[in-house]
């Protein structure tokens, strides 16, 4: 008797996954021959398919035209090893060797492969008379009904009602729930004698694997009596099953559908031109964080994938459509990228610690730097211009290339390495994820690596947030958070709770070293912040003005915002020539509660993807947008890149 899985809840209690109880359909091994075995086979498919009810069909041969349906070489090869098959024989011959030896009468070769499907099924999972071979995992009533009126025709068969994994709320969270599948011969290997059956449901990517040892439970004893034809005489349970542990996430349900939703909207609205130029936009992520506790409110990544297609048996087709599509990757997670502009902050927190520059020093932007490679300002490139003279705030609010390239010409890359890696920046944060990325900061370090010579251009590169500097978009958020929450150190989390079906809670000391352990996450070490906040606050006064002030790079997003919110924009080119876009910010400037980092694969400009963060920041904070009109007259424009 299988335990119900745990169930995830969002912080306000809302259940977003459950289980459903559904009714699955199983074969023991009883005394009859292979005739009477066969035919019960067969009749028992016949009454699935007119009901419409699916079941498991692994059989690796396919009709009209015979065909091996293996994914590789190998696999063919130990089939044909397995089952006595001459290494050139083809799909049509294995397929009549089989139906001799399982003793098949029936001509028909549709039959016949009916039958060899539980035949192949009990050959590689085995079956006995305690221990059944699972035929399908949800039937209908109509077949429960006609299968157990008929059964005297169906001998061995059982019926069981048992929990099945639910996602309530379809796509919503799917990658920081990931999904259930059927577990894998090397996961069954592994784990047969932690009490998985080779017919079980495993987590396989997400919360759902990183809690898989919580999450599932301990399962019961169902004892069946069955009479000497295989019929069934008696069922009762002999030890009842623990349900899994329920696990209490820190985002809001609601709030994940509204960042989601955003980010969808405006991945199209890019590439439908919608903001005057067309970009193939290709993707995108977003992340809302309590920039106090790191609590993740948030996380989205575009395309997203139904956890659901997994838990009912997951097509070839729907597999193939979210593999083509990428769709199972998490890019808030798994995903590095150059930052862009939005780095300039680290730039200049680390010009003004080290005294290179102060908060009133003016340098005059004249449009080309005079050292290393000579770059651009963008404001150049589109203008023929520079932006003159400008303190510190002032270069952040317009992203003045060239400020950042005396800064980083004056303190050199060994400063800014250091200063990124107090940010946390090309570093795991250890959120509960599999597969997150560390991602690299550019500099010496990293370059010293690959054998390379760092050159002063490739500074000028590095402190407008390009060159090797590439990171996550759950990186950035911890960043802003350091940044925005008196430089105290936070480490992203998706979980609040884990509540044994008893009630009590698992100490989160526990839980942490779980998953430590179970993804090789090491603890943070490293030197923690001391910064001057007259110099944060500088920082911050520039990051306000890009919302807040006319010539700021994302005002027409913001100026009608009744919330005040800073933030900072980001364009920048992928290796692929695609031209990323960013914004990060957070809210409100004064008390700062959230940070919001949102990334758009070939968005074209990063004030195009503020708007995702307007609507994020409005449903936090409560607000009607209804109200918020944009100014689709402003320019949009991509800083210099490399």
């Known amino acids: 008797m299988l335990a119900a899985r745990g169930s995830f809840l969002d912080r306000t209690g809302s259940v977003i996954a459950s289980n459903t109880i559904t009714t699955k359909l199983e074969l023991y091994k009883t005394k009859i021959d292979d005739k009477t075995l066969n035919n019960s086979i067969l009749e028992m498919l016949k009454v699935l398919e007119k009901n419409e009810d699916e079941y498991i069909d692994n059989f690796p041969i396919a009709l009209n035209p015979y065909a091996y349906t293996f994914s590789s070489e190998t696999s063919l090869k130990n089939f044909k090893q397995d089952y006595d098959l001459d290494e050139n024989e083809t799909a049509e011959s294995a397929f009549f060797k089989l139906k001799e030896k399982y003793k098949i009468e029936q001509e028909a070769p549709e039959d016949i492969r009916k039958i060899l499907i539980v035949r192949y099924e ?198 193939n459509e979210y593999n083509e599509g990428n769709a199972l990757f998490n890019r808030a997670v798994q995903g590095a990228y150059a930052p862009g502009s939005i780095f300039k902050m680290v730039t200049a927190i680390a010009g003004l610690e080290t005294g290179v520059i102060t908060t009133e020093e003016r340098i005059n932007d004249t449009g080309i730097y005079p050292h290393g490679h000579n770059p651009r300002c963008w404001i150049y490139n589109d203008y023929g211009y520079g932006h003159g003279r400008l303190n510190v705030s002032d270069a952040i609010k317009k992203s003045c290339n060239f400020f950042f390239y005396e800064v980083g010409y004056r303190m050199g890359i060994a400063t800014l390495e250091q200063y990124a890696s107090y940010f946390r920046l090309g570093q795991k944060t250890g959120i509960e994820l599999p597969g997150e990325v560390s991602g690299t900061v550019a500099g010496e370090t990293n370059s010293n690596k690959n054998g390379e010579i760092w050159y002063l251009g490739d500074t000028l590169n590095a402190v407008i947030g390009q060159s090797d500097n590439n990171f996550s978009p759950i990186q950035i958020a911890r960043y802003i958070s350091i940044l925005t929450n008196g430089q105290k150190v936070v480490n992203p989390t998706l979980i609040k709770s884990v509540i044994r079906a008893d009630g009590t809670e698992i100490p989160k000391e526990e839980i942490n ?76 400037y004064d008390n700062p509660e959230i940070a919001v980092v949102v990334l758009v694969e070939n968005g074209g400009h990063g004030w195009y993807t503020a708007e995702i963060a307007r609507d994020i920041i409005g449903e936090y904070f409560g607000m009607n947008m209804n109200g918020v009109k944009e100014d689709m007259t402003a320019t949009g424009y991509t800083e210099e890149i490399r």
């Open 122 to 319: 009990i050959s590689e999972n085995g079956y006995s008379s305690t221990k059944p071979v699972t035929i399908a995992k949800s039937i209908s009533n109509a077949s429960i009904n006609e299968l157990g009126e008929r059964g005297a025709m169906f001998p061995g068969i059982s019926m069981v009602a048992e929990p099945t994994r639910k996602y309530n709320l379809g796509s919503v969270a799917s990658h920081i729930l990931g999904y259930v599948g059927p577990i894998s011969e090397s996961e069954y290997k592994k784990r047969k004698n932690e009490g998985y059956s080779a017919n079980d449901y495993i987590g396989k990517d997400g919360l759902e694997y990183v809690l898989e040892e919580y999450l599932r439970g301990q399962n019961g004893t169902r004892q069946i009596d069955m009479s000497v034809n295989g019929t069934t005489t008696g069922e009762y349970i002999s030890e009842e099953a623990i349900a899994g542990c329920n696990v209490v996430l820190t985002i809001d349900a609601n709030l994940q559908r509204i960042t989601e939703n955003a980010l969808k909207a405006n991945i199209e609205k890019i590439r439908n031109g919608g903001f005057g130029s067309v970009s193939e936009a290709k993707g995108g992520a977003a992340v809302v964080m309590n920039v106090k506790t790191g609590e993740v409110l948030a996380l989205a990544s575009e395309p997203d994938f139904e956890p659901q297609e997994f838990a009912n048996g997951i097509s070839t087709s729907k597999w």
């Open 513 to 588: 070293a779980f998953v430590n352990e179970k993804l090789g996450i090491t603890e943070d070490t490293e030197e923690q912040l001391n910064i001057n906040q007259e110099n944060v606050q500088a920082v911050l006064e520039g990051m306000r003005s890009v919302t807040y002030e006319t010539g700021g790079t994302a005002h027409s997003v913001f100026k009608n915002f009744n919330i005040e919110v800073g933030g900072k924009t980001g364009s920048t080119e992928s290796n692929t020539g695609d031209i990323n876009a960013w914004f990060t910010g957070f809210a409100p």
